[in-house]
């Protein structure tokens, strides 16, 4: 059987590396550090995610029908995936293998 909170944590880690890749090149920080509000972006999403209704049986929030996120939020993390998606596979080629298959499941209602 699956476990849905193993499945949960690698979604935060997929959000915690795609939010470090759009910091990096936006925001420009020392050490690898992230800025103010993309620290902002990352604590709201993981909260979201931890209390994610649909649990397991999601797909990615990208298309859930349920959209938990304000919209402003909502708008914040798909402007950092469309930065960032396109370099994850190179990346976290393994996180970016899961999100893909994960994003194949059909959306549950
Ligand atoms: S958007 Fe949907 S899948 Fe994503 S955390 Fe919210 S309820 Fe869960
Ligand atoms: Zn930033």
């Given at each position: 059987?699956?476990?849905?909170?193993?499945?949960?944590?690698?979604?935060?880690?997929?959000?915690?590396?795609?939010?470090?890749?759009?910091?990096?090149?936006?925001?420009?920080?020392?050490?690898?550090?992230?800025?103010?509000?993309?620290?902002?972006?990352?604590?709201?999403?993981?909260?979201?995610?931890?209390?994610c209704?649909?649990?397991?049986?999601?797909?990615?929030?990208k298309?859930?029908?349920?959209?938990?996120?304000?919209?402003?939020?909502r708008e914040?993390?798909?402007?950092?995936?469309?930065?960032?998606?396109?370099?994850?596979?190179?990346?976290?080629?393994?996180?970016?293998?899961?999100?893909?298959l994960?994003?194949?499941?059909s959306?549950?209602r």
């Amino acid at each position: 059987m699956k476990n849905p909170d193993s499945r949960l944590k690698r979604e935060q880690k997929t959000l915690e590396a795609m939010i470090k890749i759009y910091c990096e090149s936006k925001h420009r920080l020392p050490n690898g550090q992230l800025c103010e509000d993309c620290g902002r972006v990352l604590g709201y999403a993981a909260g979201k995610t931890a209390a994610c209704p649909l649990k397991d049986t999601k797909t990615t929030c990208k298309r859930c029908h349920v959209h938990c996120y304000s919209p402003d939020m909502r708008e914040k993390v798909r402007e950092i995936m469309r930065h960032s998606g396109p370099k994850m596979a190179l990346r976290h080629p393994v996180l970016s293998f899961f999100h893909v298959l994960d994003s194949l499941k059909s959306p549950k209602r």
